[in-house]
């Protein structure tokens, strides 16, 4: 198969699932004829016609609602929120309703919730790093792919499951090409993958940070430092099982996120490595992360604010510098 | 009670006899004109990182509404809020160095198009979340009839913004607390692809509006004479502790949603009518013509400042300094709060 852009890949799994499963449906703002902001419905429309890419006023809390009632009454719609910060205003119906009704009520909520996350241009309110908010709740799921072939697999197995899952595709991953799998191919959730060996340190990160991580091995590579790059995949159900075992071999971790350092996935993983793996540490446990602030616009600002591979490698020589 | 006005009467509403006024008028409207097409292009050369939201097309909107206002009534804005910022006296040299990220912009480059402010002048902002800025402006209404101060805040909204929950939560609230508000709504027919037809259930926004129990009164946009007498009669009602006013008024804009946005959703016929018949620039111009006020020379004097001064705010963000990175934080102390043990 030729490679696929990871806006295309989530299109195909997406396509095919909706080829198979007759209840699956779309609902978002500009999807019909624009095919999303990201072109990741571009064609759908003409394909499987309006009532199945089907265009919503801005109204992000009637659209998720839409998506919770349809989807307990038998339906697996897809609520496309374009940028994740717009989960704001739908936060009652996502994590009060969406994500506790199969628990209160014991009816199934298959539901999948598109959005756009990452740091990128555009300001403090469209770029927050909130994913790990949707992680703590109780009841949903997250996937943050950072491959075509991740965006693929995963969103065909995001279909197949009976609970709500957060979608969450990085802004700067839009156009990046990959071989992506066939149709049967599905991508568990809670399945970290190993993208590069090593056996020096563990380098965590998820959606564009494994980009990060493994420029970061790269260039560690030339000093002669072995490095292995872990990439999440899915941020709830979160597979400390793999991330675990790589850090007993290596004896140190550094994980990678644009969050701004305050809790969150980040903060779990270092808390679970310790318990899991105290004996095994040859160095503390690093996080690379944003400042504590809201993202800004300017480009040396925004170029400042995000971390890059060299603050992963500095990280890493710090632990390698311990006695 | 409720009120509905027409569009036709309010066309009508007799123009200041003001020819200065009026002139000034042309020429803020002339510079927001420049001021979005030069945006646009300097989007496209890449000078403008990220993209902009053109005015171009809304300009009466903003001028006819702002200019009924005083310097210490209050304007919150939209992710569309050039002309809403230059209106409000903002300088279009601060605006043009805050698209860039320059350090001399009215946040030193933190927040870029969708985050203007300039608190000196009572422009609350540009905000990103559609529907929010009127929000912003409702609360402001209820801490300056708190305070008692004699002011009114107004809020932007646009068609699209009209279909999220919160606009009405916040113009039932002014309603019921008879807040001296003014919510605007910019109605172009478009949220980005989206035209009212397929996103709207009822008859009109306004009627929508009008179910809240305060004034609401459609306006023709494109005149300007039209949304500042419906502007000043809304900040007379407010000042008078009459309560909030809903107007919409009915616009165009002729560039796309963004920079970059591929109108497949609409007919070239369509934008060049819009702009050939309903023209807010040449609406005015040829009201002045008429009578008298106006002559060929008069315009182009009036085109060639605009022009300068937009020159002038990009020759200024041009020559700007980046913001220093140690600036990323600056902004928010509340990050370290006062006190706390390092
Ligand atoms: C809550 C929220 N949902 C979606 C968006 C994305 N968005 C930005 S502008 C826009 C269209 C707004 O249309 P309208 O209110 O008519 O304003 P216009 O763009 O025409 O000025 C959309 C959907 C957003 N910024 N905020
Ligand atoms: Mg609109």
Redesign the pocket.
Same mark, same amino acid.
């Given at each position: 198969m030729s490679p696929l852009s990871y806006s295309q890949a989530y299109r195909a799994g997406l396509a095919e699932e909706m080829e198979a499963n007759p209840g699956i449906f779309v609902m978002g703002?500009?999807i019909f004829l624009r095919g999303g902001?990201f072109a990741q419905l571009l064609g759908l429309g003409e394909r499987f016609g309006a009532d199945r890419i089907r265009d919503v006023p801005?109204s992000?809390a009637a659209m998720v609602a839409a998506g919770v009632g349809a989807a307990i009454q038998g339906m697996r719609p897809v609520v496309d929120l374009?940028?994740q910060?717009?989960a704001?205003?739908a936060m009652d119906e996502l994590c009060n309703q969406a994500a506790k009704i199969h628990y209160m009520f014991d009816i199934p909520v298959p539901l999948v919730i598109r959005a756009t996350n990452g740091i990128a241009y555009g300001g403090a309110?469209?770029n927050t790093a909130m994913e790990s908010w949707f992680a703590e709740m109780p009841g949903l799921y997250v996937a943050v792919p950072a491959t075509p072939a991740d965006a693929k697999g995963l969103i065909k197995t995001a279909l197949h499951l009976d609970d709500p899952v957060l979608f969450l595709m990085h802004k700067a991953l839009t156009g990046a090409r990959g071989e992506t799998g066939g149709p049967d191919v599905r991508v568990p959730f809670g399945r970290a993958s190993v993208v590069r060996p090593g056996d020096q340190v563990t380098l965590i990160g998820y959606g564009v940070t494994v980009r990060t991580c493994t420029e970061a091995a790269g260039q560690l590579a030339g000093d002669g430092i072995s490095a292995e790059v872990i990439d999440l995949r899915t941020l709830y159900p979160l597979d400390v099982e793999t991330v675990t075992d790589s850090l007993r071999k290596t004896g140190r971790a550094v994980m990678v996120d644009e969050s701004a350092g305050y809790g969150g996935v980040s903060a779990e993983i270092a808390a679970a490595l310790q318990e899991a793996a105290f004996d095994y540490l040859d160095a503390p446990i690093l996080r690379v992360h944003a400042p504590h602030s809201p993202v800004p616009q300017s480009p040396p600002l925004l170029q400042a604010y995000l971390p890059d591979h060299g603050a992963v490698e500095q990280a890493v020589r710090t632990q390698l510098a311990r006695p | 009670m409720t009120e509905q006005r027409t569009e036709a009467e309010d066309a009508t509403a007799v123009a200041p006899a003001d020819a200065g006024t009026l002139r000034e008028w042309l020429g803020q409207m002339l510079i927001i004109r420049r001021f979005e097409s030069e945006s646009v292009r300097l989007s496209y050369a890449n000078k403008i990182p990220g993209g902009i939201?053109s005015?171009e097309g809304?300009e009466a909107v903003a001028v006819g509404s702002i200019r009924a206002l005083g310097a210490a009534d209050v304007v919150a804005g939209?992710?569309?809020s050039h002309h809403h910022a230059l209106a409000k006296g903002m300088p279009p040299r601060t605006v043009m160095a805050e698209l860039y990220g320059k350090a001399t912009g009215c946040t030193g480059g933190r927040g870029g198009s969708m985050h203007l402010v300039d608190l000196s002048r009572n422009f609350l902002g540009s905000n %990103?979340?559609? @529907? &929010?800025g009127l929000g912003v402006a409702m609360g402001t209404a209820l801490a300056m009839k708190l305070q008692q101060r004699p002011a009114v805040a107004v809020g932007y909204? %646009?068609?699209? @913004? &009209?279909?999220?929950g919160r606009t009405w939560e916040f113009i039932n609230l002014a309603a019921l607390w008879k807040l001296p508000f003014i919510a605007i709504c910019?109605?172009?027919?478009?949220?980005?692809e989206?035209h009212i037809s397929r996103s709207l259930a009822g008859d009109s926004i306004a009627g929508r509006a009008a179910g809240f129990g305060l004034p609401a009164v459609a306006v023709d946009g494109q005149d300007i004479v039209a949304v500042h007498a419906a502007a000043s009669a809304a900040r007379d009602r407010a000042l008078n502790g009459e309560g909030p006013t809903f107007i919409e008024a009915r616009t165009y804009?002729y560039e796309g949603?963004?920079v970059g946005d591929v109108q497949n959703y609409r007919d070239a016929s369509e934008v060049a009518s819009w702009r050939q018949t309903h023209d807010p620039i040449q609406a005015l111009r040829q009201r002045l013509a008429e009578r008298g006020d106006l002559d060929e020379a008069g315009y182009a004097a009036l085109r060639q400042q605009a022009d300068e001064t937009v020159a002038d705010a990009i020759d200024f963000a041009e020559r700007s300094p980046w913001p220093d990175t140690g600036t990323v934080q600056r902004a928010w102390p509340a990050a370290e709060p006062a006190g706390a043990s390092r």
């Open positions: 703002t500009d902001h801005i992000e374009n940028f910060e717009f704001y205003g309110q469209h | 939201h005015s809304q939209t992710h569309r %990103g979340i559609v @529907g &929010a909204v %646009g068609d699209g @913004g &009209a279909n999220t910019e109605n172009n027919l478009y949220a980005v989206t804009r949603h963004n």
